[in-house]
Structure formats: structure tokens, C-alpha cells
């Protein structure tokens, strides 16, 4: 079992910066790759950027590629996403979700590959 918890969403304004954190606890945190999705009201969870569990590969959705960057510190067992010039579009529930996979450089991008999820934490960029 991972146990997933988000924090670092509010309310900021269009072309700020917020950085989420996801805790990670249950599992060797560096056996498993990590994602971060989101989901705006009446539409579907997309993708938005991942890491490997090695760190040494991320991935991003076009949408957010140069403005967001995935990040994790495994020390900590903890992992980022520091958001930078944020749009009223990237208005959504942001979750973390984790995959066990031992010594991998992949990196996941849908969501069936993921079996641990946090509650989300709300992100919303005022226009």
C-alpha cells in the first residue's frame, strides 16, 4: 500500500506560480513511479507530467510543457510540481498517483497505470 497525500493548491492569480507536494508513505518511495493528473468540473482526468522512480526521466502533457516541472526528492519521500505561469485552463482538482516499479527510468502517462491515488488538492487561476 502507498498512502498519498497532496497539499499546496489555493487560489492564484493568472500568470502566478504555485507548487503542489505529494507525501508518500507505505512503500519504499523509490521503488515507485509517480504522476500528477487533474481534473476540471465536467470533464474528464487528464494527464499532466511524471516521473520515473529512478527520477531520471519526466514526462508532460503538451499543455503544460515549459511551465510546469515535475520533481522528486526521495529523501523526503516526496513528490513536486512546481507550476509557472498558471492560466484560468489549468483550473482543477490536482491528484498524485503512484505505480510500484523497481529501478525504471519509464515514465506513465494514463491513469490505469497508476494503483495508488491522493484525495486531490484545488487549484483555481483567477482570470
Known amino acids: 500500500q502507498v498512502r498519498l497525500v497532496e497539499s499546496g493548491g489555493g487560489l492564484v492569480q493568472t500568470g502566478g506560480s504555485l507548487r503542489l507536494s505529494c507525501a508518500a508513505s507505505g512503500r519504499s518511495f523509490s521503488s515507485v513511479a509517480m504522476g500528477w493528473f487533474r481534473q476540471a468540473p465536467g470533464k474528464e482526468r487528464e494527464f499532466v507530467a511524471a516521473?520515473?522512480?529512478?527520477?531520471?526521466?519526466?514526462g508532460y502533457a503538451d499543455s503544460v510543457k515549459g511551465r510546469f516541472t515535475i520533481s522528486r526528492d526521495n529523501a523526503k519521500n516526496t513528490v513536486y510540481l512546481q507550476m509557472n505561469s498558471l492560466k484560468p485552463e489549468d483550473t482543477a482538482v490536482y491528484s498524485c498517483?503512484?505505480?510500484?516499479?523497481?529501478?525504471?527510468?519509464?515514465?506513465?502517462?494514463?491513469?490505469?497505470?497508476?494503483?495508488?491515488w491522493g484525495q486531490g488538492t484545488q487549484v483555481t487561476v483567477s482570470s
Open positions: 498517483a503512484a505505480r510500484q516499479v523497481y529501478f525504471s527510468t519509464t515514465t506513465y502517462s494514463r491513469s490505469r497505470d497508476y494503483a495508488y
Open positions: 516521473v520515473a522512480s529512478s527520477g531520471s526521466s519526466t
